[in-house]
């Protein structure tokens, strides 16, 4: 049974009240059956997200830490330590203009990997339902959609000091300006920069590319990202060694010792000083995977944007063929347009 603790408190703040009200439940709900179901919902949610940020925690806010550690050293109970980080919550609240509404919950899940904690901003809505009586009646639901930000802590590694990144933050829907604001709490502290780590990849990407035939250049970037993307929706971290047998099983190491080399290159041309640099080069060479930023996979294949009047979307590879760009201008010039839309201007051309 991997989720052993679950417990959820009320936490409430309007804009012009000065300060947060909490509603505490006292007992922890049946892990059994509800529990288990909720945390299925939650925990796809979390990984299916883009943009997550991982880190650590911050050695200038401490509270979080020591309040979790404590309870994870059976100091004090789930309920209590629960408690404690509402009011943490409520305090850095007070006094401001933020308003916030619905229930923080707490839920701890063993797992063979190592055991994770996890921290939920829920809301509810209504609706209407039938009763036993086949009466009209409003019942009230948690609104899965609307899922506010997510904190996961990996409990394992905090407790055996690992020197990785044991913290992720997930922003969800709703006051982003709330959402950082328990990011202090926690004292979440980004030690992983994941945007400039797929950039840097996908960077190396291009130089493993250059010299294929374009067809097949375009073929392998392809495959490369849809393969990036998979992991990050399913939660999992992009293997080198893995990727590169996918990509040619006659030779499984190609891509990943081109990697390997292009890593070791970049480290030393980066370098700050002489003096850090060794460590520095030595750590990151060593990495055999990283964790990939969604948004900069999808624009590496496919530029997109819009604004009041238009929506604009097409593939990168278009880019010098059937599109071309002016940057002096900031204009595109588009041939061979979709049969549909050049329909519909054709018509419209007629009429006028």
Not at 6 to 29: G, M, R, Y
Not at 37 to 51: A, E, N, P, W, Y
Not at 103 to 121: K, N, S, W
């Amino acid at each position: 049974m991997p989720v052993t603790h679950f417990i959820t408190h009320q936490v409430h703040k309007d804009a012009d009240k000065p300060a947060a009200t909490l509603s505490f439940c006292e007992n922890e709900a049946l892990v059994e059956d509800y529990g288990q179901r909720v945390m299925g919902q939650l925990k796809g949610i979390f990984i299916q997200r883009s943009g997550k940020r991982y880190g650590r925690f911050s050695p200038e806010v401490t509270q979080f830490k020591a309040l979790t550690l404590d309870w994870l050293r059976d100091k004090q109970n789930f309920l209590s330590w629960s408690k404690k980080i509402c009011h943490m919550f409520a305090d850095k609240m007070d006094s401001t203009t933020l308003e916030t509404q619905g229930y923080l919950a707490f839920i701890f899940e063993e797992l063979v990997d190592g055991d994770r904690l996890y921290v939920f901003h829920l809301r509810e809505k209504s609706n209407v339902a039938l009763n036993s009586e086949m009466e009209l009646t409003e019942t009230r639901f948690i609104d899965f959609s609307n899922t506010g930000f997510a904190l996961s802590v990996d409990t394992t590694a905090l407790l055996g000091n690992a020197q990785g990144e044991y913290l992720t933050f997930s922003f969800g829907r709703g006051d982003k300006a709330v959402q950082k604001l328990f990011c202090e709490v926690t004292g979440f502290s980004d030690t992983l920069d994941t945007e400039q780590e797929t950039q840097e990849f996908l960077q190396i990407v291009e130089e493993y590319t250059a010299t294929m035939p374009t067809e097949q250049a375009n073929e392998t970037r392809a495959s490369i990202v849809d393969y990036c993307v998979e992991q990050d929706k399913h939660g999992e971290a992009v293997e080198f060694k893995i990727l590169s047998s996918q990509l040619n099983d006659q030779a499984p190491e190609k891509f990943e010792e081109f990697i390997v080399q292009k890593r070791q290159e970049n480290r030393i041309n980066t370098a700050i000083s002489e003096a850090d640099q060794e460590g520095e080069q030595t750590e990151k060479a060593a990495k055999t995977e990283f964790i990939p930023d969604r948004k900069s996979l999808k624009n590496y294949i496919r530029y997109s944007g819009k604004n009041k009047d238009l929506t604009l979307s097409f593939a990168a590879t278009a880019l010098g063929g059937d599109i071309s760009f002016d940057a002096s201008a900031s204009a595109l010039t588009i041939t061979n347009l979709p049969s549909r839309l050049l329909k519909q201007l054709k018509a419209q051309a007629s009429a006028d």
